[in-house]
């Protein structure tokens, strides 16, 4: 079973539409989590952290769901900027680097 | 003020040349990483350079070796290149060990 695990897409949405993603892990003593954004033939941005008690920024909000093992990223009022893949990351116990997932491409459409 | 760079940016190269990819960070962190990104997108880690210790992920064939000369570079060598070998070779670094990461804008080898 992989470490992490996410819906490849693509999510086509419209301007101004919410969107939401989710990612789940294998390890439930996973502690770290976080959500990278990856533009078109650009390097991976650390876009935030996921905290046990869920953190927002401007339009995003991440959560974590330990029982169910999911961290979640939820994108408000959709921009054509947000257009990108979307990474989730997890660091299992005792591990020597992080865990990709595959990603989440999404495309806001005019 | 770049955080992370890469040199070259692009890489086009015949199978079996040597080639080597260069990788220099000015964030002060003490762990630096080299992943490859394949054709469907998937990041995998190749090497974790922590302190002096060397992380090999077991799975990257011994023609690839990275080189550090002191925390702020880590390079990466490549010997015979083969087709498989074409992808996106991204370096990133950390502030401590396995930690959020920093990446730098990727090099781009294509092995014909």
């Known amino acids: 079973r992989k470490e992490v695990e996410q819906d490849p897409g693509p999510f086509n949405v419209p301007e101004g539409a919410t969107v939401a993603f989710n990612c789940t892990y294998s390890n439930s003593a996973s502690q770290s989590f976080f959500w990278y954004r990856q533009d078109c033939r650009k390097e991976p941005k650390l876009l935030m952290s996921?905290?046990?008690s869920g953190n927002e920024d401007g339009r995003f909000t991440a959560q974590l769901n330990r029982a169910s093992q999911y961290i979640s990223l939820l994108i408000r009022d959709s921009k054509l900027s947000d257009s990108a893949t979307y990474l989730c990351v997890v660091i299992p116990p005792g591990a020597n680097n992080l865990f990709f997932g595959t990603g989440t491409r999404l495309t806001v459409i005019p | 003020d770049t955080a992370v760079s890469q040199t070259p940016k692009y890489l086009v190269t015949q199978m079996g040349n040597d080639k080597s990819i260069k990788c220099e960070q000015n964030?002060?962190?003490?762990?630096m990483y080299w992943y490859k990104q394949d054709s469907k997108k998937f990041l995998k880690i190749m090497f974790s350079?922590?302190?002096?210790?060397?992380?090999i992920n077991e799975t990257v064939p011994n023609r690839f070796s990275p080189k550090s000369p002191d925390k702020a570079h880590l390079n990466l060598h490549i010997n015979s290149l083969e087709l498989g070998d074409s992808a996106v070779y991204f370096c990133?670094?950390?502030?401590?060990?396995?930690?959020?990461?920093?990446f730098g804008p990727g090099t781009r080898l294509t092995v014909t």
């Open positions: 964030l002060g962190h003490d762990t």
């Open positions: 996921v905290y046990s």
């Open positions: 990133a670094s950390s502030q401590v060990f396995v930690a959020e990461q920093y």
């Open positions: 350079y922590n302190n002096k210790e060397l992380i």
